[in-house]
């Protein structure tokens, strides 16, 4: 039953920013590890960050020092802060986590970094 909602997708000039969002129904972000994935076409679905129920956050190599992970758990949403947006971040962004042994997925959101 958990629901998981991104926002914030759009189109954005390399070098540009763009904060995603994920609200979180049926279960609660302050409690569980959070991650983000993109997936662009031709390519396998990959993580990028994720954040656990501690605040620990972790991210790819190819992010690392541009984007940042975090929540607000009085409104239970997690979000992507991505900075110095480059052409090769285009994807599908994806939230996720893992409850029951299961995971668990919004529907995506699109960003678009032109040239």
């Known amino acids: 039953q958990v629901q998981l909602v991104e926002s914030g997708g759009g189109l954005v000039q390399a070098g540009g920013s763009l904060t995603l969002s994920c609200a979180a129904s049926?279960?609660?972000?302050?409690?569980?590890?959070m991650a983000w994935y993109r997936q662009a076409p031709g390519n396998e679905r990959e993580l990028v960050a994720a954040?656990?129920?501690?605040?620990?956050?972790n991210y790819a190599d190819s992010v690392k020092g541009r984007f940042t992970i975090s929540r607000d758990n009085a409104r239970n949403t997690v979000y992507l802060q991505m900075n110095n947006l480059k052409v090769e971040d285009t994807a599908v962004y994806y939230c996720?986590?893992?409850?029951?042994?299961?995971?668990?997925w919004g529907q995506g959101t699109q960003v678009t970094v032109s040239s």
């Open positions: 954040i656990t129920s501690g605040g620990s956050p």
């Open positions: 049926r279960t609660t972000v302050s409690s569980r590890t």
């Open positions: 996720n986590t893992i409850l029951w042994g299961s995971s668990f």
